[in-house]
């Protein structure tokens, strides 16, 4: 079964440290893979996503992502997180060339950033 | 950018009524829609995927008499949760495929549903 797991539930981190989220799945195929963070009170938005290529991605805001198959795993990093990165991020996972197109999310990571 | 609007935003409701969900797609068609339900400190779990002009898939363990979707057209999908109880209160959020964007998905903001 398609599984997304997220290491961390809730990270704390002064300002200006470095930021490394964990994501690993579980999948018999080939995947899609998105991080997507969601600011208090607002929707959920995409940060990066890989397809395929250059297994390193860069996304908005500074962060970025690296996909290593062999681990499945898809670890969103930052080298020095700011204030307003406090957000909850999380990971999914879409299978594809699937015809429904779902995506599985791991159950997510509080980020909270202190000044 | 793509943009899907949800409302409400928040809502509180009686035991037993009855309350629905809007996902609009303001500005693209979306031949796929899928609503899904977060639990607090829980994943996003997947309750059903709902086609344009078609009967939606709900995913195992789910009531497709409880959580009705409907689909009726290519920017607006509606979730309405029956016979609502204080189990049910939960945050529903809806995303939308984006059509000729195999992956191309855009997230509403999300409705808190709380059923007292």
């Known amino acids: 079964a398609q599984s997304v797991s997220q290491h961390n539930h809730h990270v704390i981190l002064s300002e200006a440290a470095s930021l490394e989220l964990g994501c690993n799945y579980s999948?018999?195929?080939?995947?899609?893979l998105f991080w997507y963070v969601q600011y208090p009170g607002q929707h959920l938005q995409l940060l990066l996503k890989?397809?395929?290529?250059?297994?390193l991605v860069k996304g908005i805001k500074g962060f970025e992502a690296e996909f290593i198959k062999s681990k499945f795993s898809f670890n969103l990093r930052k080298p020095s997180v700011q204030w307003s990165d406090t957000a909850e991020y999380f990971c999914?996972?879409?299978?594809?060339?699937?015809?429904?197109?779902?995506?599985?999310f791991g159950r997510g990571t509080q980020l909270t950033v202190w000044p | 950018g793509a943009v899907v609007s949800q409302h409400p935003s928040w809502v509180i409701c009686k035991s037993g009524t009855s309350v629905k969900i809007e996902c609009r797609s303001l500005?693209?068609?979306?031949?796929?829609m899928f609503w899904y339900r977060q639990f607090p400190k829980q994943s996003l779990m997947l309750m059903a995927t709902?086609?344009?002009?078609?009967?939606?898939?709900?995913e195992q363990g789910v009531e497709k008499d409880k959580f009705l979707i409907n689909h009726a057209s290519l920017t607006l999908s509606t979730l309405t949760v029956t016979s609502a109880h204080p189990e049910d209160s939960s945050f529903y959020i809806c995303?939308?495929?984006?059509?000729?964007?195999?992956?191309?998905?855009?997230f509403g903001s999300g409705t808190r549903l709380t059923v007292v």
């Open positions: 709902s086609n344009e002009g078609s009967k939606a898939t709900y």
């Open positions: 890989y397809f395929s290529g250059d297994p």
């Open positions: 500005d693209f068609q979306a031949t796929t």
């Open positions: 999914a996972v879409g299978p594809r060339g699937s015809t429904l197109g779902r995506l599985y």
């Open positions: 995303s939308a495929r984006r059509t000729g964007t195999g992956d191309g998905y855009t």
């Open positions: 999948y018999g195929g080939t995947v899609n």
